[in-house]
């Protein structure tokens, strides 16, 4: 069984940063593709970065680019979530996914196991 917990959320002021990670246990990080999404109260949930397999396929929501960086650390099988210069639009709960798709995608239908979130919220 495939388990993801996400951790690092919080309150920060506008142009602050965070990093959110998971810790994923029942599958190796490296031989699946992860992804973080981001859900905000009435929103449907949204794609924020993905990572490949290989460590090669990493692609971002375009809104988030130049500010977020994905990162894996096999050793630890660990994702996480390097967010700077955040704004309030980033308030959201931050989910970790993984796909059993070789490629993933950018669709939550495309990920088969999530985490329970952590709740990011900026302020102005």
């Known amino acids: 069984q495939v388990q993801l917990v996400e951790s690092g959320g919080g309150l920060v002021q506008a142009g602050g940063s965070l990093k959110l990670s998971c810790v994923v246990s029942?599958?190796?990080?490296?031989?699946?593709?992860m992804a973080w999404f981001r859900q905000a109260p009435g929103k449907d949930r949204e794609f924020v970065a993905s990572?490949?397999?290989?460590?090669?396929?990493?692609r971002y929501r375009e809104s988030v680019r130049g500010r977020f960086t994905i990162s894996r650390v096999d050793a630890r099988n660990s994702v996480y979530l390097q967010m700077n210069s955040l704004n309030v639009e980033d308030t959201a709960i931050y989910l970790c996914a993984t796909s059993d798709r070789p490629y993933g995608g950018t669709l939550p239908a495309d990920f088969g196991s999530w985490g329970q979130g952590t709740q990011v919220t900026v302020s102005s």
């Open positions: 029942g599958r190796t990080v490296s031989t699946y593709p």
């Open positions: 990572i490949n397999w290989n460590g090669s396929g990493v």
